[in-house]
């Protein structure tokens, strides 16, 4: 399996940042990507900046997908990145996030099992989008996919991106690949929507890679249930949390407002961990993720 066939593994749901420093990597995974998507009936966006419209379309086109056909009838579109995320010269994080979740809508609308979204972040390098700035867009993205309508490729070119720059972007991401992926690579966390009762199971680990998206993830459990209950979050498939992560969690679970917030399912293992941050007070001092 190559570094780009990891993408394969990826699923509605999930919300991964890619990192490239060669555009015949990036090609390759953006192909697998949208061939995959386009395969299971899905509908994909794909915003390109540095990548070119034509070289994407011809990697799809080399991994035996129908990029001209898909075009035509709307199931495959091509975009410049800054028509969706600049408005009037400058950035529009909620504006975009809520673009986007009118783009997710419409594929449900039109009868697609969900849409796929590959967004090449190399404007954001270009133009100089404070890193602040890019990370608030990136954790509000959060919240359009623990419903499973929706996958995200985020893509960001490690040669335009300093290293601290792109970690930072990084964190706020559930999950992190590129081409040096191991071959049994999946996204390292995964979020799902649940309506009985409604909250949020999360599936997978928690560490220091991603535990800022936890942190996202959580204020999108705020606000009242339909039933004024408190949200339930259930963590039975979380294998591991880190102590900043529990004390996330135990943060979430003592100020989430209005109705609260249950935590159900932990392992042994996590239990102890939150028992043991609990008792030390660790939540009270650490809080949650940024």
Same mark, same amino acid.
């Given at each position: 399996?190559?570094?780009?066939?990891? +993408?394969?593994?990826?699923?509605?749901?999930?919300?991964?940042?890619?990192?490239?420093?060669?555009? &015949?990597?990036?090609?390759?995974?953006?192909?697998?990507?949208?061939?995959?998507?386009?395969?299971?009936?899905?509908?994909?966006?794909?915003?390109?900046?540095?990548?070119?419209?034509?070289?994407?379309?011809?990697? +799809?086109?080399?991994?035996?997908?129908?990029?001209?056909?898909?075009?035509?009838?709307?199931?495959?579109?091509?975009?410049?990145?800054?028509?969706?995320?600049?408005?009037?010269?400058?950035?529009?994080?909620?504006?975009?996030?809520?673009?986007?979740?009118?783009?997710?809508?419409?594929?449900?609308?039109?009868?697609?099992?969900?849409?796929?979204? +590959?967004?090449?972040?190399?404007?954001?390098?270009?133009?100089?989008?404070?890193?602040?700035?890019?990370?608030?867009?990136?954790?509000?993205?959060?919240?359009?996919?623990?419903?499973?309508?929706?996958?995200?490729?985020?893509?960001?070119?490690?040669?335009?991106?300093?290293?601290?720059?792109?970690?930072?972007?990084?964190?706020?991401?559930?999950?992190?690949?590129?081409?040096?992926?191991?071959?049994?690579?999946?996204?390292?966390?995964?979020?799902?929507?649940?309506?009985?009762?409604?909250?949020?199971?999360?599936?997978?680990?928690?560490?220091?890679?991603?535990?800022?998206?936890?942190?996202?993830?959580?204020?999108?459990?705020?606000?009242?249930?339909?039933?004024?209950?408190?949200?339930?979050?259930?963590?039975?498939?979380?294998?591991?949390?880190? +102590?900043?992560?529990?004390?996330?969690?135990?943060? &979430?679970?003592?100020?989430?407002?209005?109705?609260?917030?249950?935590?159900?399912?932990?392992?042994?293992?996590?239990?102890?961990?939150?028992?043991?941050?609990?008792?030390?007070?660790?939540?009270?001092?650490?809080?949650?993720?940024?």
């Amino acid at each position: 399996m190559t570094g780009g066939a990891v +993408v394969e593994q990826v699923t509605l749901g999930d919300h991964v940042c890619w990192t490239y420093d060669d555009d &015949a990597d990036a090609l390759d995974a953006v192909a697998r990507f949208v061939v995959t998507g386009l395969r299971l009936g899905q509908k994909v966006l794909c915003l390109l900046d540095a990548l070119e419209p034509a070289a994407v379309v011809a990697a +799809v086109r080399s991994a035996g997908g129908p990029p001209d056909a898909a075009r035509a009838d709307g199931r495959l579109r091509i975009l410049p990145a800054v028509e969706v995320h600049r408005d009037g010269g400058r950035s529009a994080s909620d504006a975009t996030v809520a673009t986007l979740a009118v783009e997710i809508a419409r594929a449900h609308r039109e009868g697609h099992s969900g849409l796929r979204l +590959v967004s090449d972040m190399a404007w954001a390098s270009r133009d100089g989008t404070p890193l602040a700035e890019l990370r608030r867009y990136e954790a509000a993205m959060n919240a359009l996919f623990p419903a499973g309508r929706a996958a995200a490729l985020c893509l960001y070119d490690r040669r335009l991106f300093p290293a601290d720059r792109w970690r930072a972007v990084a964190a706020v991401h559930p999950a992190t690949a590129g081409p040096g992926a191991d071959r049994a690579w999946v996204p390292l966390l995964r979020a799902y929507r649940t309506a009985d009762p409604p909250g949020l199971r999360l599936v997978g680990q928690i560490d220091w890679s991603n535990r800022e998206a936890l942190g996202a993830m959580l204020t999108g459990l705020a606000g009242p249930t339909p039933s004024g209950r408190p949200a339930v979050l259930d963590v039975s498939d979380v294998s591991f949390a880190d +102590v900043a992560a529990a004390s996330a969690l135990l943060d &979430a679970e003592r100020t989430s407002a209005p109705n609260g917030l249950r935590l159900v399912g932990c392992r042994p293992v996590v239990r102890r961990l939150l028992d043991l941050v609990r008792d030390t007070g660790f939540a009270h001092t650490v809080g949650q993720p940024a």
